[in-house]
């Protein structure tokens, strides 16, 4: 590992940004020897938008809204497909992605406006779809808390996915809703080899933290999947079936996965961490990464960019579907229940 490397950062750069002229970048016009970036700290600001549930457009998603109640991430997870939407914010999808966090305290109280709209009809809502609604700001904050809040008040399905263990702080509400079919949660496990989450998702639980998770879940009567995401050749698709058999072991209803794109700026910010940390394999993970996506790693075609295509493609997919039955036979998420919601509420919300 270089000297300089960030510890518990997933990017080691600035990335530019697409909608601004000028970047910051380490370099002097007097060849000074400091270096100018310097590992950032966590800054966090306050945002008060006019609404928080998102249409999810994208066909290949399977997601009818989302609801964000972060921007930015401090997992720093360096495959993340969610940093290229900090340069909307003006910041970068490297170390600004994992920095420069945004908050939305009033995240619950617009969502009971728009559950209360006479235009609204239920359908599962997703949290987050863009960043972990249980990053570690979570625990400060509580917006997502909240926001599970107005979901049991309005008996409204919600579907959740996270990397943190955090989660379990808010068993209790999980709980009520799974008992009316209204909550369905995924964790996702990306790796089980903790010297390759460490260096791929800093600021996240272990593995075996969220192998727990999904054990506690699952006992808890909270209907549990396990997201096997992304698949990175070279990297972690040896370990499909170990995972999957893992998360089953500790309960996991079902599963799923999604093979890695580096879509947008997240390209510069893959090969910076991949060369800095698996320099041997880097040709090869990258070729591979492209095969996936017929020549293109920043793959955009719905249907190939989530699954990839062609001969290796379909061994990872093989992979998958042979691990998901043999250890997922006869097991399966229920179905929301779409009935129980109430327009007008039950109780007052005390948040």
Not at 165 to 187: C, F, M, T
């Amino acid at each position: 590992m270089e000297e300089g490397y960030f510890k518990g950062r997933g990017s080691q750069i600035q990335t530019g940004n697409r909608f601004l002229e000028n970047r910051v970048v380490a370099e002097h016009v007097e060849g000074l020897d400091e270096p100018l970036i310097v590992s950032p700290k966590t800054e966090v600001r306050i945002e008060h938008p006019k609404t928080v549930v998102n249409p999810v457009k994208s066909p290949d998603i399977g997601l009818s809204f989302s609801l964000n109640p972060y921007q930015g991430c401090e997992h720093g997870c360096i495959y993340c497909y969610a940093r290229n939407s900090h340069e909307y914010y003006g910041y970068t999808a490297g170390l600004d992605f994992e920095t420069k966090l945004m908050a939305k305290p009033t995240a619950p109280q617009l969502l009971e406006k728009q559950l209360l709209s006479p235009s609204w009809r239920p359908a599962p809502i997703s949290l987050s779809g863009n960043t972990d609604c249980y990053q570690p700001l979570e625990k400060e904050m509580g917006i997502t808390r909240g926001l599970l809040k107005v979901f049991w008040k309005y008996r409204h399905p919600v579907g959740m996915i996270t990397k943190n263990s955090l989660i379990l702080r808010d068993l209790d509400i999980l709980q009520d809703l799974a008992r009316e079919n209204l909550v369905h949660v995924y964790i996702s496990v990306t790796t089980l080899d903790e010297n390759l989450r460490r260096k791929m998702e800093p600021r996240t639980a272990s593995a075996d933290k969220r192998l727990k998770t999904i054990e506690a879940l699952s006992q808890a009567g909270i209907p549990v999947a396990v997201m096997n995401a992304p698949i990175i050749p070279g990297l972690n698709h040896h370990e499909i079936p170990a995972v999957l058999k893992a998360a089953a072991d500790h309960g996991a209803l079902t599963a799923g996965m999604t093979v890695v794109r580096l879509n947008g700026s997240i390209r510069e910010i893959f090969e910076d961490w991949l060369r800095k940390n698996f320099p041997d394999r880097f040709q090869k993970v990258m070729n591979q990464i492209s095969e996936l996506h017929g020549g293109d790693v920043k793959d955009s075609q719905f249907g190939r960019r989530m699954k990839g295509e062609g001969v290796l493609a379909d061994m990872i997919q093989q992979l998958f579907r042979h691990a998901r039955k043999t250890h997922f036979a006869e097991r399966g998420m229920p179905p929301f229940d779409l009935t129980k919601f109430r327009k007008g509420g039950n109780y007052g919300l005390g948040i």
